[in-house]
């Protein structure tokens, strides 16, 4: 009795390859039709020479191979293989006196092994698992190369020229290897810049790895920057990679440099001109290739004149240095960036809202940003939420944006002269209520009670005419 895998295979993979390799004929004639019955495309080789061969025209999913055979091994074969395509899941079978030697295959590459006489479901079991983790590996590559894609600097939302000036140094300075740093005020995109820079970068295969120095307590910051042995202190139970180590031949982007203490600035530096570290609690040397890309939203400058970060760090890491650009000195980007998040959160919330309101948008267009991209980026999730109508209006912005703006010109002083005294007494916001209820009354009887005309008449939007009869009790 066999057991069946676990789930069907996509149509684009409906049938997996395996490659039987076996000197023992009956073997191999076993494993190609148990294999074959789980709906494998199998086929065979007799030595590690025909082997080889077979994988180069073939290059299967998994090969399934015996290590001692004539003319070449197994271990010979699995080095040929590895050659061509590391990526191959290899399961060696080995008789219990070679499992030594099966072991270190495994430190040299190969997926798994298994011992004869084996068990049929063990094969079954072995094979399903190096098929699902070759699965797991093309999904991450495939998921690798859209999110490289949705980094290109060419694909980045502007439509300001000092903006698309910042993209073409990214797209210059990602080409190299040289240390980056980026300033800027909070919600700017440094770390969009960052990932920028890595995605369009000989390195974007490798990770991006992230920290935010201000995030992580002082005491723990160095650990978590080059790791620890075990036993380093109270809690460190087994020995743990630092972030530079989880970086390796990627790109290292180290937020709010501008919060490391004195001490860690100086083995940073060290990192940085050496290449080199200890592990917290360790005196082995461990060797780094890594790009680091630092950002702030502090002026380091005049923080090296405070004395309080090191000048020498300061200029390793002033390679280069690239500045984001504060929404307010970019304001071709808010209308831009204000209606792709309006898609965006729509989307996600299941809302149907057509767009903004030209009202709206002059609130969106006046308000001075302090919290840049990020609070744009609230500000119209807020308002997807808080819309009943079919557009986004003044009304469905954060109050600090919608503010109170005048719908119309400022009052002439023959206006003023003009204007018909308002009955009764009262504070002056009374009275100017009082006022604005007889204008909104008398334009909607001006109208015969069409709301939209009358909203067209009185300049404001058909949500604010609505606002404004329920406050007034106006039908």
């Known amino acids: 009795m066999t ?12 049938a997996p390859g395996i490659l039987v390799v076996d000197d023992d004929e009956a073997i191999r004639q076993m494993l190609a039709a148990v294999l074959s019955r789980e709906g494998l495309a199998v086929s065979t080789a ?5 082997a080889v061969a077979a994988f180069a025209m073939q290059r299967p999913a998994v090969v399934l191979m015996d290590i001692r055979m004539p003319r070449m091994t197994g271990l010979q074969a699995l080095a040929e293989i590895r050659k061509l395509d590391r990526s191959t899941a290899v399961i060696l079978m080995t008789a219990f006196a070679e499992v030594g030697t099966a072991v270190q295959a495994i430190k040299d590459g190969a997926f798994d092994y298994v011992i004869k006489p084996f068990d049929i479901a063990e094969i079954l079991l072995l094979v399903r698992r190096a098929l699902q983790m070759q699965s797991m590996r093309d999904d991450i590559a495939t998921l690798h190369r859209e999110l490289s894609s949705s980094y290109r600097t060419d694909r980045i939302l502007t439509a300001s020229p000092r903006m698309a000036e910042l993209l073409q140094t990214i797209a210059k300075v990602a080409k190299s290897n040289a240390t980056v740093l980026v300033t800027g005020e909070s919600g700017t995109g440094k770390e969009l810049v960052a990932a920028a820079i890595h995605y369009n970068s000989p390195r974007s295969a490798g990770p991006f790895v992230k920290v935010n120095c201000a995030a992580v307590p002082e005491g723990l910051l160095e650990s978590e920057f080059f790791g620890h042995e075990k036993g380093a202190f109270t ?33 940073l530096l060290r990192v940085l001109q ?3 570290f200890e592990r917290v609690g360790g005196t082995e040397l461990v060797r780094t290739d890594v790009r680091v890309i630092v950002a702030t939203n502090r002026n380091l400058e005049e923080m090296v ?7 020498d760090l300061y200029f390793r890491l002033n390679v280069v240095t690239l500045r984001t650009v504060p929404l307010r000195e970019r304001p071709e980007d808010v209308r831009l960036l204000a209606s792709h998040f309006l898609q965006r959160f729509a989307a996600e919330n299941r809302i149907e809202v057509g767009g903004i309101d030209e009202q709206a948008m002059e609130r969106l267009l006046a308000y001075r940003w302090p919290g840049n991209i990020r609070e744009l980026s609230n500000a119209m999730e807020r308002a997807v939420v808080m819309s009943t109508g079919s557009m986004i209006v003044a009304e469905d912005l954060p109050e600090q944006i919608a ?12 206006a003023i002269d003009a204007a018909p005294p308002v009955a009764g007494g009262g504070s002056l916001r009374e009275q100017v209520s009082r006022f604005e209820a007889r204008v909104v009354a008398d334009a909607l009887a001006r109208n015969d009670g069409n709301r939209m005309r009358t909203a067209q008449d009185l300049g404001i939007s058909r949500r604010s005419l609505l606002y404004k009869l329920q406050e007034y009790g106006i039908s």
């Open 235 to 267: 809690g460190a139970a087994t020995r743990r990679r630092g972030r530079f180590e989880q970086a390796e031949h990627g790109t290292l982007f180290l937020d709010e440099i501008g919060d490391i203490s004195p001490g860690l600035q100086v083995k």
């Open 46 to 50: 007799a030595d590690g020479v025909e």
């Open 305 to 311: 004149r405070q004395g309080l970060f090191r000048q």
């Open 274 to 276: 050496e290449r080199e």
């Open 3 to 14: 057991t069946q895998l676990p789930t069907e295979l996509p149509p684009a993979a409906r």
């Open 403 to 414: 503010g109170r703006v005048d719908d119309g010109e400022a009052p002439t002083d023959a």
